[in-house]
């Protein structure tokens, strides 16, 4: 069974820092992967996603690479803000069954940016 | 574009009643999928349908229905409350066919406790 783990579970940084997030999967052979953002008391938002044969998505100050034959991912913010203390996740979509029932998520990095 | 749509957001229940939980998503997506979130636990995903007229189980799907008559809704019901289905809810829809999630896009959320 597909596993997703996240770490660290939460990291708090001074505003403009870049920072790394990480994200690991036991099983490489993946579809795809997801990074979400979730604000408190909201919906998930995907921010970035990349297909198994990519190794990196850009999406502004953010920047999403994948390595699947290490069954890693890191979701890379540059010259954090405070806007962006949220809790983060990924998820990846297994091809089994199709990839509609393999969307296994990680529990998330819960993001603090102090200003 | 108002995308994925969920009501309730908040439900109080008592233990043995019934209910249905709306979703419905203006964005002509095949897959659509429900959630539920706990503190620990993750996102895990309860049923999941890859078009009108189908739909399958996921992880947790004991206690509760689904059916899919339209390309647009997604109800999920509760059959009989139990206190263990005290959670938030997600509802979520994605592009791509043959079953395989592309970018997913999630509403606001329910917030349901049961008494």
């Known amino acids: 069974k597909q596993e997703v783990t996240q770490i660290p579970a939460a990291l708090s940084v001074p505003e403009g820092e870049n920072l790394v997030l990480n994200c690991s999967f036991t099983?490489?052979?993946?579809?795809?992967l997801q990074w979400f953002r979730q604000d408190p008391g909201k919906g998930l938002t995907s921010l970035l996603l990349?297909?198994?044969?990519?190794r990196e998505q850009t999406s502004g100050r953010l920047n999403a690479s994948l390595d699947k034959s290490s069954g890693r991912s890191t979701l890379y913010i540059a010259a954090s803000q405070p806007g962006d203390s949220a809790t983060y996740l990924c998820?990846?979509?297994?091809?089994?069954?199709?990839?509609?029932?393999?969307?296994?998520f990680g529990k998330g990095t819960h993001l603090i940016i102090q200003p | 574009n108002a995308g994925v749509t969920q009501t309730p957001k908040f439900q109080v229940l008592k233990t043995g009643q019934s209910m249905t939980l709306q979703c419905a998503q203006d964005?002509?997506?095949?897959?659509m999928s429900w959630y539920r979130q706990d503190p620990g636990m993750g996102l895990r995903l309860i049923h999941y349908?890859?078009?009108?007229?189908?739909?399958d189980q996921g992880e947790v799907p004991n206690g509760y229905n689904v059916s899919r008559s339209t390309t647009e809704d997604f109800p999920l019901r509760l059959l009989s409350a139990a206190p263990s289905q005290t959670s938030v809810y997600f509802c979520?829809?994605?592009?791509?066919?043959?079953?395989?999630?592309?970018?997913?896009?999630f509403g606001s959320g329910t917030q349901l406790s049961v008494l």
């Open positions: 998820a990846v979509t297994n091809p089994s069954g199709g990839g509609a029932d393999g969307l296994t």
């Open positions: 099983d490489s052979a993946i579809y795809n």
């Open positions: 349908s890859v078009g009108a007229g189908i739909t």
């Open positions: 990349i297909q198994s044969s990519q």
């Open positions: 964005m002509n997506h095949e897959y």
């Open positions: 979520a829809s994605s592009q791509g066919t043959g079953g395989y999630v592309e970018k997913l896009f």
